[in-house]
């Protein structure tokens, strides 16, 4: 799920094998890539529930602008899509987080 060979950005360099966690589940990343990008590569696409309809809600514009990507980072909200991997991370959805 990852793009190793881009045709702009050319070959990835990624950083080295870490697991941080989500929802308390260990899951394993490269440190410094995207929340978001380790989460999709884990074929975790649902990252919380909207509070009002009860829709799931994962990454939309994947440059930190929409929202829809936030989760809690160590307690603290953050946009999954532009925080990076670190070792240990402690990653939550948000609970009744966003619009809609
Ligand atoms: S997907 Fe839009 S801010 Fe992360």
């Known amino acids: 799920m990852r793009v190793l060979d881009h045709p702009i950005l050319g070959r990835a360099r990624p950083g080295r ?5 989500f929802n308390g589940e260990p899951v394993e990343g490269y440190e410094g890539e995207p929340i978001a ?3 999709i590569a884990a074929g975790i696409k649902v990252l ?3 509070p009002r309809l009860g829709e799931p809600r994962g990454v939309f514009c994947a440059i930190g ?3 829809d ?12 899509c532009v925080t990076p991997v670190k070792e240990g ?7 009744g987080g966003g619009r809609s």
């Open 17 to 21: 094998k870490v697991i941080f966690y």
């Open 48 to 50: 919380r529930i909207t």
């Open 69 to 80: 990507c936030i989760v809690l980072v160590n307690g603290m909200p953050a946009r999954a």
């Open 65 to 67: 602008r929409c929202s």
């Open 89 to 95: 991370l402690d990653v939550r959805s948000f609970p």
């Open 37 to 39: 990008a380790a989460l």
